[in-house]
Nanobody, 128 residues
Framework: RVDLVESGGGSVQAGGSLRLSCSAS????????MGWFRRAPGKEREGVAS????????YYVDSVKDRFTISRDKADNTLYLQMNSLKPEDTAMYYC?????????????????????WGQGTQVTVSS
């Protein structure tokens, strides 16, 4: 079992920044990748970014490339998502997840590929 707790969401104006954090505990050794997903009202869940433990490779959905940065602090098992130049379309509930997965397919695949352990989510609202 892996427990994940997100924090850092909030409300910002377009162009602003937020930093999400996800504290992980439990059997993290059973996973090889962590990532962020989001779900906007009326839309399917989509992958945002992932990071592969083995070599630190990162993967992003096209809509957030060059604006969002995923990182991980191995020492305290914390995952981060730095979000800059936020847009109203980034408004969603953001979820942290951990899994034993192909990090690219996990993030860029369909919702059927989104398996693993999940946090409770943190809301991000971007106003225009």
């Amino acid at each position: 079992r892996v427990d994940l707790v997100e924090s850092g969401g909030g409300s910002v104006q377009a162009g602003g920044s937020l930093r999400l954090s996800c504290s992980a505990s439990g059997n993290i050794a059973s996973t090889n990748t962590m990532g962020w997903f989001r779900r906007a009202p009326g839309k399917e869940r989509e992958g945002v970014a992932s990071i592969y433990f083995r070599d630190g490779s990162t993967y992003y959905v096209d809509s957030v490339k060059d604006r969002f940065t995923i990182s991980r602090d191995k020492a305290d098992n914390t995952l981060y998502l730095q979000m800059n130049s936020l847009k109203p379309e980034d408004t969603a509930m953001y979820y942290c997840s951990a899994a034993q997965a192909n990090p690219r397919q996990w993030i860029l695949g369909s919702p059927a590929d989104h398996f693993g352990w999940w946090g409770q989510g943190t809301q991000v609202t971007v106003s225009s």
